[in-house]
């Protein structure tokens, strides 16, 4: 059992990361007794797992999977939503809230061609495309606020771990941030000048998600733009 | 601007090829990742005269549709030279030898992309010469191979590529245009290092089985060479940041 590759360092496809008794994490494949990274990326070493952290790359979707999307296409039963993966999503008019049944209404009332919508994947697998609901809290219709679309690679780190990085963009911008999966971010400030900081900010970690000490770099960007977060507000009040 | 002529001898008698290079010794090579910005994936390659860009797209919706496969996705590839690459005009019509070099080009990289994970979905990778001198499907697949992996496309490796050739009976490394067009045999190879496959592999000429033998042994050497230089290409663009980003944290903190 040996790590070949240096932990936290960017490797590159083929490039040998172990050998040995080591469990698959994502983004590597076993030839033998030797793991190898599949994709540009950061190694990460977790106990037996090794898992490379991608730098880029597209949005696979999950059953499961909060994601913003643009609706492309109304239908008579349902709309077509482009969710910035490689299939086509569907939103049948079902899985929207309201009255069950027939309806008589032209579905572009609700959705139009051009809107966003905040949907979660009600199913997908490789046979099928991917089926949406737009059926819980929060969820439908994108009309205020600003939407960010950022490479769903970096989705995680702009997470964080346990959502220390989110949850510090979210305290000190003051802004209310929702994150889809595939890469579609969704900001809601109190102010305009608030809302552009935040938006600054998601394209910091996109850029530099591969750096260290990337969340008190954010900080210290948002605190010199001078926009009051929410600390600073409960402080005057 | 009139066919380059002839020229007398390809290699001098100190063993110096007509652009001063030895032997064995390849062209200089400059590989940039990331430079196109609305495609996923993207490279730049230089080798010698040679000037290469890929664009790749995807995995994305398969158009039209009959051609998605249901297990697996679908690579697709372009190789196209610019009606200015050459020294008389190409047409820009695909000629027979783009189709052919497209196709051998795709079979080289579908063996490192692990395309069942995208089932459904189309792969498409072009290459377009913008400045041809020899060589110019080898060096389209090493920057082929490292644009599919800037665009976060899981992979098994990087794949190299580099042609060796005969000229005035003996066998040289990486030919350029007029070596290729007046020497005796050309052997375009196409490597994959770790999983040690060879997955192009065209001749133009005659050799013999020690020549083919010699010739090859050069290529693989090279392809290592190339291998090389593409993983420190890719890896540079997250590590320029890297050293920018952390750099300006230092001096923040002792300012």
New interface residues.
């Given amino acids: 059992m040996v790590i070949v590759a240096e932990p936290k360092q960017v490797v590159a496809p083929g490039e040998l990361l172990a050998e040995g008794e080591h469990v698959l994490g994502d983004n590597s494949f076993k030839v033998g007794t030797r793991i190898y990274s599949a994709c540009i990326g950061i190694l990460e070493v977790d106990g037996n797992r090794v898992t490379v952290v991608p730098l880029k790359g597209g949005y696979f979707p999950r059953v499961g999977d909060l994601v913003g999307g643009r609706i492309v296409d109304v239908g008579l039963s349902g709309w077509t939503v482009d969710i910035r993966a490689p299939y086509e999503a569907m939103l049948p008019a079902s899985e929207t809230p309201g009255p069950r049944g027939p309806r008589r209404r032209d579905l572009s009332e609700s959705f139009d061609v051009g809107d966003m919508v905040l949907s979660q994947v009600l199913a997908f697998d490789r046979t099928r495309d991917p089926l949406l609901t737009v059926k819980g809290p929060g969820l439908g219709k994108i009309s205020t606020g600003r939407v960010v679309e950022i490479s769903a690679a970096k989705i995680p780190r702009l997470i964080g771990r346990k959502g220390s990085m989110i949850s510090m963009l979210k305290r000190e911008t003051g802004c209310q941030i929702t994150v889809g999966q595939n890469g579609v971010v969704m900001v809601w400030g109190k102010s305009p000048e608030n809302e552009r900081v935040a938006v600054e900010a998601i394209y910091m970690v996109e850029r530099e998600a591969h750096t260290r000490g990337l969340t008190d770099r954010i900080r210290e960007m948002i605190a010199k733009s001078n926009v009051v977060g929410e600390v600073a507000r409960t402080q005057t009040a | 601007m009139p066919e380059p002529k002839q020229p007398e001898k390809l290699i001098d008698d100190k063993g110096i090829r007509i652009d001063g290079r030895r032997l064995d010794q390849l062209r200089p090579i400059k590989l940039e990742v990331g430079i196109l910005d609305k495609a996923?994936?993207s490279a730049y390659i230089e080798q010698g005269k040679n000037k290469i860009l890929v664009g790749v797209y995807?995995?994305?919706?398969a158009h039209p549709k009959h051609i998605a496969l249901?297990d697996r996705a679908v690579l697709r590839c372009r190789y196209r030279m610019a009606p200015f690459s050459v020294d008389e005009r190409k047409n820009p019509a695909p000629s027979r030898r783009e189709m052919e070099l497209s196709k051998v080009i795709r079979e080289s990289l579908e063996s490192?992309v692990?395309t069942d994970?995208?089932?459904?979905?189309t792969i498409d990778v072009f290459i377009e010469v913008l400045q041809s001198d020899g060589g110019s499907r080898c060096a389209g697949i090493t920057a082929a191979s490292l644009a599919l992996?800037?665009?976060?496309?899981?992979?098994?490796?990087?794949v190299a590529a580099c042609a060796v050739g005969k000229i005035q009976g003996h066998m040289v490394l990486d030919l350029s245009d007029a070596e290729d067009k007046y020497g005796e045999a050309d052997l375009p190879v196409a490597w994959v290092?770790?999983?040690n496959l060879v997955t192009l592999l065209q001749m133009d000429g005659i050799l013999t089985t020690n020549e083919f033998e010699k010739g090859l042994t050069m290529a693989l050497d090279a392809c290592k060479t190339i291998h090389g230089m593409?993983?420190e290409a890719?890896?540079k663009k997250?590590?320029v940041?890297?050293e920018v980003?952390?750099e300006?944290?230092e001096t923040?903190v002792v300012a």
């Fill in positions: 996923d994936g995807g995995p994305r919706e249901p490192v692990l994970l995208y089932p459904r979905t992996a800037d665009a976060g496309i899981p992979m098994r490796e990087l290092p770790n999983a593409q993983q890719l890896k997250y590590l940041i890297k980003a952390e300006r944290e923040e």
